[in-house]
């Protein structure tokens, strides 16, 4: 098939559909290289920024600051929305006279067969070359607003960029506070894992003493071992869960996947009354990037159903040329006086009005009017979305409380059993059954404690987040 009639570039596909897709090599090694510019851009960006230490102790705003500065999201957000405020200029500069030159040079040769009356025939030979540049200038004068209406709009888009960009914030800052949290609770966790293991070492050498001794038998000494198995199987789970948890704070940071980070907690957050909860919802209607951003596109669809309708009255512009050139003109060897260099300048007003486009620009108004239509039914899909969100992660909040308060006393009264049951196990009274079950119940309980904390730091943080606020503020940290 000859060039020309190719549709476009040739796109590898699978040979068949029972066979994967594979690469070639020049585009396996054209991705290498860029997978390697982007890992080299991406460590000088941050190789000057502030990174977590193993040997240091952060707060939770500490944490978010640093994943906000480290984290590529921000950075591809940031890029995004720098991107939208610029498209704005392009449309300011198309406003502002355009000078363009040009320069080009020709050459031509004609030959005229002449047969005059009583002379020989001949052949007349015209020769015309030489160079021109041409310098030229135009300037929309007046568009009866459609320009200007264009300009706002893209503003406008510009604000919506930058209210997605101010989203990608809170919701890193949302994620570093839960994954802080989670750390903190696992970290709390295999504290009372490691502290059941060591109770259950503790009850296997009373039990191998009683039946050393006589008063015990194999069972109890087996039940005290079967115990210790459960802790240290626990034990390993949750410094599994210690590791992912770890894993997932580092990533939100930007940093090695291995940095160990020392989570510093502090006040749990407030919590005020059911009442509150208008006031949330206003918080979140007058500040959540979504809103915000759903206004924004009401007013560029307007500005844009502004810019078409403007589309239809007259344009008036202006213009100038420079034309300087050295054209030649030669007949047989004979060049005329008075031919040779040339020049000419030349100013212009001028005035378009459009007559006929084919319903062109009333099908773009259709279309303008359905995009302010569409816009503002977003309006009020983002504030319905908005205020659901906010009364669940109010109501999440005050389960959270409650689970926490109820997770503490079931805590206290799992210590008082086991403390009980240890205690009439050493006298003789009670039995490895029950003191298995006792340390098995407490270690929930404590387990149950850690959870309910982070699950009231995270439900806060949602709420944060719900209102269009930064997470952490409303966090307790």
Known sequence: MAAGCRSGPEVAVSPGPERPFQPSTAEVVADREIAEE???????????????????TY?????????????????????????????????????LPVLTASVFAAAQRIDTG?????LEPTTLQTDVRGVAGILAATWLLFDFGENGARRKAVAQLARVRGFGFNRVHQQLAFDVVTQAHLLDAARRTLGAARRASARSDVLVDAAEERHAAGVGTEVEVAQARQLQAQTRVIERRVEGELAVASVSLAAS??????TRIQVRMEA?????????LDAYLEAALSNRPEVLA????????RHELD??????????YAGGHVLVGTPGLRLDGFEPLGIGNNAGTGIFLGLTVPLFDGNLRSRRLEVARDGVEAAMQGV???RAAAAREVALAYEGLLTARAVRDASQALLAAARTTVEAAEAAYATGIGTVTDVSVAALGAFGAEQAVADARAALFQAAAALALSTGQVPWESAGV
């Open 38 to 56: 982007v890992a080299s851009r991406a460590a000088a960006a941050v190789s000057s920024l502030p990174a977590p230490r193993s040997d240091s």
């Open 59 to 95: 707060g939770v705003a500490e944490l978010v600051d640093m994943a906000q500065r480290r984290n590529p999201l921000t950075r591809q957000a940031w890029a995004a929305a720098r991107r939208a405020g610029r498209e704005a200029g392009v449309l300011e500069s198309a406003l």
């Open 114 to 118: 002449i047969d005059p009356l009583l």
């Open 253 to 258: 940071l930007n940093v090695p996947l291995d």
């Open 268 to 276: 749990e957050p407030s919590l005020g009354t059911r009442a509150e």
């Open 294 to 301: 759903a206004l924004a596109g009401v007013q560029a669809a």
């Open 307 to 316: 810019a078409v309708g403007s589309s239809a009255w007259p344009k008036i």
């Open 380 to 382: 009020g899909v983002a």
